[in-house]
Nanobody, 122 residues
Framework: QVQLVESGGAPVQAGGSLRLSCAAS????????MGWFRQAPGKEREFVAA????????YYADSVKGRFTISRDNAKNTVYLQMNSLKPEDTAIYYCAASNSLVVPPPTYNHWGQGTQVTVSS
């Protein structure tokens, strides 16, 4: 079973950039489609981005399209989320998730990390 650990979250000013990483262990990352989600205080968790197993197809929420980029390095067992032009409304805990689904973007995810906090100040 794959274990996921996110890192890279930090306080940042609006307009700034961050790169989140999600390191996998216990299984080969290339076996999974991967996604990033976020949850802001008082709100439900929402989809941010997804990437297929080979990293050639990506999907984004409209709210981050053009600002965020999901990528993966299967040799390093790591998925990334590059976040540019950050806004205060991007403040949330960001989670990565792995899916066994053959459908992309995956309708469900089987494994979740513990999350990393991103705080964007105006």
């Amino acid at each position: 079973q794959v274990q996921l650990v996110e890192s890279g979250g930090a306080p940042v000013q609006a307009g700034g950039s961050l790169r989140l990483s999600c390191a996998a262990s216990g299984d080969t990352l290339s076996s999974y489609a991967m996604g990033w989600f976020r949850q802001a205080p008082g709100k439900e968790r929402e989809f941010v981005a997804a990437i297929n197993r080979r990293g050639v197809r990506t999907y984004y929420a409209d709210s981050v399209k053009g600002r965020f980029t999901i990528s993966r390095d299967n040799a390093k067992n790591t998925v990334y989320l590059q976040m540019n032009s950050l806004k205060p409304e991007d403040t949330a805990i960001y989670y990565c998730a792995a899916s066994n689904s053959l459908v992309v973007p995956p309708p469900t995810y089987n494994h979740w990390g513990q999350g990393t906090q991103v705080t964007v100040s105006s």
